[in-house]
């Protein structure tokens, strides 16, 4: 990932766009972390279960009160900093997975979900929670 592209998507968003990183792009492996002031991905859980953190636009629609089952194999855990981000999915144990936050006149959601993705690496249709979340996420970033 080039930093010349990731400065470029930083100021993109700071300047009022919206920007939702999934999985690795989150800042793990060989990318780059886009928003470390924000949060940082700090390791990976193969436990597919999360829930709910808290009540936020990207949750809505979807129960709070019952975990859900992402599709891929694994997550990633975020190591955020509050108070500017708003963590909104998190694992059982309160550990955040999916946060957002604002940027400037822009917003950014760092999702530790491989959304669409099956196990074995197959495009897969997310499931409910999934899929409300990826609308969410999309009109969220796009609001003004």
């Known amino acids: 990932f080039p930093t010349e592209a990731a400065e470029r998507l930083r100021k993109w968003v700071e ?9 690795d792009a989150c800042g793990y492996r060989q990318c780059p972390s886009l928003f470390g002031a924000l949060w ?22 979807i129960d709070a009160a019952v975990p859900f089952e992402h599709s891929y194999y694994d997550h990633l855990q975020l190591d955020v900093r509050p108070p500017a981000v708003a963590v909104v999915v998190c694992e059982p144990e309160g550990t955040p997975v999916v946060a957002a936050a604002k ?28 899929a409300a979340l990826v609308r969410n996420a999309v009109r969220w970033l796009a609001a003004r």
């Open 40 to 61: 940082r991905a700090t390791g990976h859980s193969r436990g597919r279960t999360v829930e709910v953190a808290r009540p936020h636009p990207l949750t809505q629609g």
């Open 103 to 130: 940027v400037g006149k822009g917003r950014v959601v760092g999702c530790g979900l491989a959304l669409g993705l099956a196990p074995d690496d197959e495009d897969v249709e997310p499931g409910p929670a999934e």
């Open 15 to 23: 300047r009022g766009g919206g920007l939702l990183l999934t999985h």
